[in-house]
């Protein structure tokens, strides 16, 4: 594919330089062909004498390609997003579906997760894994590792913790942080009540 590609640039480039050279003077008709013009003779198909085609050829000719030299400035590719005033001024479009979250109270985007419940979330779930590499190191686990905050443990009888590795935060889980957002997505239905996040994708 790249092969056949490639050999349709060189014919067309080959074929741009020829018509360039015989229009403008720089090269003259083969002494073949201007004898077969003349003599009404069938033009010869033998290309063996040719010259082979080469990109280098193109760039040692001083062929510029169309890319650019210097990098906008701040103040032309803001031009080019919101015009100028005086003569073509691109005007901003509101937003429409900003939405306030029913949790922490920040305006967000609808379809979108809100930045700032996810940014609280994002820092806990590093500190859990950070936890879990003070722990267990970064070897391969096997078994599935529980994380459980203080006071937890206990909700449970001894004999449900068998065989799973526990990893303990020495705090209270955070009310906004719910036991659903570390809950799998194979899992069946949970026995809790907390209600899961509404409104996204």
Partial sequence: MASNILIKWRQAFFSFEQHFRLTFGLQRFPDDLSVALTNNHPIPTNTSSRKEFSIKDIIGEGILWAVPKKRRTLERRQLRRFGMLDRHFKMLIPKTDIITCNVCGHDYERRHLCGNCYAKVKKETESIKEKIEAELGLEPVE???????????????????????????????????????????????????????TELA
Wanted: charged residues 35%; aromatic residues 10%.
């Fill in 143 to 197: 078994q599935e590792v529980i994380v459980l905050y203080k006071g937890e443990k206990e909700q449970q009888p001894s004999e449900y913790w068998q065989g799973k590795r526990i990893v303990e935060i020495d705090k209270e889980r955070p009310a906004w942080f719910s036991k659903n957002l570390m809950e799998k997505s194979t899992a069946g239905t949970s026995d809790c009540v907390d209600v899961k996040p």
